[in-house]
């Protein structure tokens, strides 16, 4: 067999092995991440009775000495380029301000093994004022907390 067959059938073997392992890749359902005094863990649900997914989607929240728990519809989703952006409100006082809590999931493909990266944990005050004066100062003001995760595959 000469050089030029020899690497043809070399990338025929190594382009199928990558095919096969793409096609047994396998979206993560269940995050764990922690930072400087805060904790969340994130299980993605199916809305299913049976399967591999939970039925309920469910977001779990330690920030210092406060425990948030959330399910299904308390938790909103968005898409961006790099991945899913994860939020819940934590409070809400009216007239006064919301207080939100949100990560950046990335999109994330699992080859049966947990998976470590970083994000962070953005907890945001939107304030809502019931006063004719204009608000002055930063409007939304933002804090970041640099948090690392887990991705896995949970069985259910």
Known sequence: MNAKKL?????IVVGSVS????A???????????GRNVSLSLT?????????LPP?????????????????SEISTESTLIGDLWGVTLDFVADAHIDHASVVI?????????????????LTRVETPFSPAPFVGVVNP???IDINCTASQLFY
């Open 7 to 11: 690497s043809l059938l070399a990338a």
């Open 19 to 22: 095919v096969q392992s793409a």
């Open 24 to 34: 047994a890749a396998q979206a993560p359902n269940y995050y764990e991440c922690s």
């Open 44 to 52: 993605v649900g199916s809305q299913a009775e049976v399967g591999i």
């Open 56 to 72: 309920k989607t469910a977001f779990n929240l330690q920030i210092g000495q406060k425990d948030y728990r959330f399910e299904g």
């Open 106 to 122: 990335p999109e994330i493909a699992l080859d049966g093994t947990p998976l470590k990266f970083k994000s962070q944990l953005i």
């Open 142 to 144: 933002s804090r970041y």
